[in-house]
Nanobody
Framework: QLRLVESGGGLVQPGGSLRLSCTAS????????IGWFRQAPGKEREAVSC????????NYADSVKGRFTISIDSAENTVYLQMNSLKPEDTAVYYC?????????????????WGRGTQVTVSS
């Protein structure tokens, strides 16, 4: 059974940091393109970042460039999203997704498998 599980969310003050994890079971992440997406209350889901390990390609939404970093640990079969300088507008449920065709990118419609999400709340 193919499964993605996100973890690492929580409550953090503005300016703080969190590291989200996306761990796969039933398949090997390095053979997929992986994306992080988020959805805030009352808003549509939006892309955050993506990575494709075969060519090292990464991409970020303009709103998180310079603050978030995506990486993959093949030994742990996990993709991480390091989030620094967090802002209240980063508050959302964060989801990871996997694309077996290795297209990836910031278009959510290419992704085949999704996790259930982890809540990130940035508030003082």
């Amino acid at each position: 059974q193919l499964r993605l599980v996100e973890s690492g969310g929580g409550l953090v003050q503005p300016g703080g940091s969190l590291r989200l994890s996306c761990t796969a079971s039933g398949f090997t992440l390095e053979y997929y393109a992986i994306g992080w997406f988020r959805q805030a209350p009352g808003k549509e889901r939006e892309a955050v970042s993506c990575i494709r390990s075969t060519d090292g390609n990464t991409n970020y939404a303009d709103s998180v460039k310079g603050r978030f970093t995506i990486s993959i640990d093949s030994a742990e079969n996990t993709v991480y999203l390091q989030m620094n300088s967090l802002k209240p507008e980063d508050t959302a449920v964060y989801y990871c997704a996997a694309d077996h065709d290795m297209i990836g990118g910031l278009n959510e419609y290419v992704y085949d498998y999704w996790g259930r999400g982890t809540q990130v709340t940035v508030s003082s």
